[in-house]
């Protein structure tokens, strides 16, 4: 099985656990088996390499959540990386032309493009298989998923299929649509688009083709800024005549504001949390290090991270987005690909932050033009490297790094590393980094 | 006009911005003229310099408020420690007898004792200076102030006086009633017992040597762990005969709890804090650095410090305290003579806080044990000295200090000093500290 994820979203809507460079499915929410916590992404892909050890999986994203994919599920996932933001018919037409240029993946083979974030059970991922099977039938160019709606949502779109069979011709399509008509559609015997796609490669690819002049993979990356941004649903879903679609009456939830996520949850706490007897229906995700009480609260979420703290009844938690915009977006913690970082503390010419390096991985070596920093370890073993000068770093060792000078700190093979790292400097900006290429 | 100001309590009603160093009457809760925050002992200490610029006040108070008091009121005013809690009748009598023997002040001057706490207006103040001349009229040893109860409240104690005149003989006391004793005791004419007693320092100093053998101040002070645990109303007040109760009907209130405190301030909100309009009667109080918002909460008060986050109902916030004791009380912030700490970051073995020194103040020359400290100075300007090697340090200068070694920090005269502190080793803690005298 050949599956695309695409990974996109803002965080605004589950602020303050979201932010610039982490959206929702990266949030560690849902309690596995083992206790700890598992995010949307790592669910999916976990379900999916249950369904299917061998599966050939896809992720389809922006940089900036690069770093997120490899921190969560391992440097072993191929990604498809969008130089920048060109909504999905771009971005599927790129991921296409990897898997076939990058990957080697024959064009007779079948692909299915899904999002990374629903909340879905094994259930799906076996109607996935039968839509790959679909596929190979060649009964359409196109087969997609149709979610038997649970209520009249105002939120997806519809599909208006040509009879009551598990598979069918697909009638027509419905955009978004008010309460009245989504009752109407719903009578209809219409179904939730699921943004789920299976085709063969050779169709992403005639479609690109089709509407976009390049060679290859590399030349279309080279000239993604420039594409159109156009919807897959758009540009080729609605032309399609050759269309199916398959019928999914299992559990599936879109995760996408606090009311609903918490609804996904197995306790009612994650984190420090506790609250009084008075509490029903109260929710609390604590990703701070600090503890949260609630007294004689009903039906509101509270979540904190380093970013900020909500209290929120969860009705209104869907509401939160314009009062987010108007909080500073300065990006509080970050998953890297070599481990994690956040702000312990925002000085008007200072910046101290928390570095965990992950066992044997290391920073890129760079430097900054406008600040000096310090380095102080307070747990694990690491060497650093100092414009080219190799060093042994134990807890309590201390490297100072003047603004230019060249730096990385790499981890012991088997000991994760802790720094407090303190910048200096009156123009401090996550955007001043020269990163250099390096043999140590 | 001679005030002794109590100053007690736990911080625990007022979890979490009160915690084992900072009580209740620390916060800095109410807004004054210029926009800033005043805590409750500020207040009452700007009243009462309002109210009487010669006004020779004393805070008795525990070794553990020292720091609070000189950080909130300035060196300047007069403190009697107590070497440990022991009641109020130790507490008065070693006062009392610091009064005397360390300030000078005869016996025959007359002397108030009021709480730290109370929330009140101009019109307080302006009793305390009558029951000052009741005393001096001689009619009684002992002159109380009885608040004209607002509703039968079960937290206090009451007064029956003998009549209803502003001014009256004390007919006999009642301990805190269930309401309907309350009620009735209301009907009887019954006052609040508002714990503010005034009376000549010789009485005091008559009743304290009556009841425990010392000859002055310092031989008090140094039997004080062994006195008896008893306070100045079962010890003096209900034993006295010469007794009369002051009346008043001024604004005073017992700001205990979260729900009565929110009454008494004048914005929604402190610090950075947003709610929508949705919104009804929340209380938000944010010493964090990072925003709280809050969504469709009714009655609702959100308070957080670095210790922790509490969203409690109001009604049910004065039920804390069980829950409060549950949780690990390390303290998370302090205020200090020489300025203010915030833990930053806890580690398994280290522990990052950053220090903030006032101008011109200095840590004590000191050392510790099981610890090795790194600073790193991230703003303003001073002067280090570690085993006596004085050096200036500017931001981004690194002093690392051994385990064993002497050392302190002074900031400059004109400027206030901010380190960045790491303090590494298997046994951190606040009780590891050797204090030298330094000639720096």
Chains 1, 2 share one sequence.
Not at 29 to 50: L, W
Not at 182 to 210: S, T
Not at 307 to 316: A, I
Not at 354 to 382: C, D, F, Q
Request: hydrophobic content about 35%.
């Amino acid at each position: 099985m050949n599956i695309i994820l695409l990974s996109g979203g803002s965080g605004k809507r589950l602020w303050p656990l979201s932010n610039d460079v982490r959206s929702k499915q990266f949030i560690p929410i849902f309690e596995t088996e083992a206790g700890n916590y598992e995010s949307m992404v790592q669910r999916v892909y976990r379900q999916i390499r249950k369904a299917d050890p061998d599966a050939e999986v896809t992720i389809a994203t922006a940089r900036s959540q690069v770093s997120a994919i490899c921190h969560q599920l391992g440097g072993e996932v191929s990604i498809s990386v969008e130089p920048c933001r060109r909504d999905t018919f771009p971005a599927i037409s790129l991921t296409a032309a990897y898997l076939k240029d990058v990957r080697g993946i024959s064009e007779e083979e079948a692909v299915l493009i899904c999002p990374v974030d629903p909340y879905v059970e094994m259930d799906y991922f076996e109607a996935l298989k039968k839509m790959e099977k679909q596929v190979y039938k060649n009964e359409a160019n196109l087969v997609l998923l149709g979610i038997e709606p649970a209520y009249p949502s105002e939120k997806y779109g519809y599909i208006i299929p040509e009879n009551a069979k598990d598979i069918s011709l697909v009638s027509r399509f419905q955009e978004k649509p008010d309460k009245k008509r989504a009752e109407k559609y719903i009578r209809e015997g219409a179904l939730w688009n699921g943004g789920v796609f299976a085709c063969r490669l050779g169709y992403l690819l005639k479609r690109a083709h089709q509407f976009m002049e390049f060679t290859d993979y590399q030349e279309l990356f080279d000239k993604y800024s420039m594409l159109e941004r156009i919807s897959f649903d758009y540009r080729v879903v609605e032309q399609e005549s050759r269309i199916q679609v398959m019928r999914f009456s299992g559990r599936w939830k879109d995760l996408g504001t606090w009311n609903t996520l918490t609804e996904a949850m197995d306790k009612s706490c994650i984190g420090d949390a506790r609250m009084n007897e008075e509490c029903e229906n109260v929710h609390i995700i604590n990703e701070l290090d600090i503890p949260i009480l609630a007294m004689g609260l009903q039906g509101v979420v509270i979540s904190a991270s380093p970013q900020g703290v909500l209290v929120s009844d969860k009705e209104q938690s869907s509401y939160i987005k314009p009062f987010v915009d108007g909080i500073d977006r300065q990006t509080m913690f970050a998953e890297k690909s070599w481990g994690s970082y956040r702000v312990l503390n925002v000085g008007e010419n200072s910046l101290t932050i928390k570095v965990t390096l992950n066992p044997g991985h290391r920073m890129n070596y760079h430097s900054h033009k406008n600040r000096n920093e310090v380095w102080v370890a307070i747990s694990g073993k690491g060497r650093t490297v100092v414009d080219g000068m190799e060093q042994v770093i134990c807890p309590g060792d201390v490297v100072t790094m003047e603004a230019g000078c060249r730096h990385t700190v790499i981890a012991d093979r088997n000991l994760q590393l802790q720094l407090v790292e303190i910048q200096l400097g009156k123009e401090i900006s996550v955007h001043d980094k020269q990163k250099y290429s390096m043999e140590y």
